[in-house]
């Protein structure tokens, strides 16, 4: 299937690694011109090359902090009409509600609600005009099903998803769509570190621990970082016009509702 987005720009937060890397490369190979941030330049130029040299397109790379106006401006500079906007970043620490205090969850709310937020703002208007544009953002299954240690997390996300349900009805009749896309295990090293912060609460060993959350997964495995990158892509496409507002699991049949 041709996504129809060959040519187009796109702006992919969290890019060095993980999943925010797996959705530029999949937008990659559409023929999308991506500019990929993140906070490390060795990381984010690195990306960059390995992108370029998989599919031979402009990749631009940018070392900065999205959360702060003068970061989200650098990337603006590097990439001022983008097409797509791909919010990700990495989630805030795990731990125990009792021991955050105030700049710990206004930490969090940088890195995982204002961040995307103000970067929506940035974006939203350009789409607009020119009657294209396609906004995902990375969040968690969380979201739907709270995990106890990540409560910096759901709350965080939990509050740029209801922003989002708004605005996406606002902007839809442009042709300007925002999803969230909501991750459930996938074998980062995020995931990694989780486990391990589960293994030590429970006073477990770490390949006992990746055991019992593999065990609780439908599909019997954890999530590979490109599966996600392409249900990215197509969420970008011109096909993916008519969705939007949407919260869209992918979590290989972990979350038990049905709703």
């Known amino acids: 299937m041709d996504f129809g987005i060959a040519g187009k720009k796109a702006i992919v937060g969290g890019a060095s690694a993980g999943l925010g890397k797996a959705c530029a ?3 990659a190979r559409e023929g999308v011109d991506v500019t990929i941030v993140a906070r490390t330049r060795a990381n984010i130029e690195a990306a960059a090359e390995e992108i370029r040299t998989a599919t031979g397109v402009k990749v631009t790379p940018v070392a900065v902090d999205i959360t702060t106006d003068e970061g989200r401006a650098e990337v603006l500079k590097a990439c001022p ?3 797509i ?5 990495g989630g805030p620490p795990t731990g125990n509600f009792r021991d955050w205090d105030r700049d710990a969850w206004i930490a969090a709310l940088n890195g995982n609600m204002l961040g995307a937020i103000f970067f929506i703002k940035d974006t939203v208007d350009g789409m607009i005009s020119r009657k294209f544009g396609r906004i995902v953002n990375i969040t968690s299954s969380a979201v739907k099903a709270p995990i106890s240690i990540l409560g910096l997390s759901n709350g965080a996300r939990s509050g740029l998803t209801g922003f989002v349900a708004g605005v996406a009805r606002e902007v839809a009749k442009h042709n300007v769509t925002i999803n969230n896309l909501l991750p459930g295990d996938f074998d980062t090293e995020r995931h990694q570190s989780n486990t391990r ?8 060993p770490y390949e006992e621990m990746r055991a019992i959350r593999t065990g ?5 495995r954890f999530g590979e970082p490109v599966e996600l990158g392409n249900y990215c892509a197509y969420l970008c ?3 993916a016009s008519f969705i939007t507002g949407q919260n869209l699991l992918i979590d290989g049949g972990k979350y038990p509702g049905t709703f």
Do not use: H, M, W, Y
């Open 237 to 239: 496409s011109t096909q």
């Open 81 to 83: 009409e983008p097409d």
């Open 85 to 89: 906007l791909i919010n990700n970043s």
């Open 25 to 27: 490369i999949s937008l």
């Open 216 to 220: 609780l997964v439908a599909a019997g």
């Open 197 to 204: 912060a589960l293994a030590k609460k429970q006073n477990r």
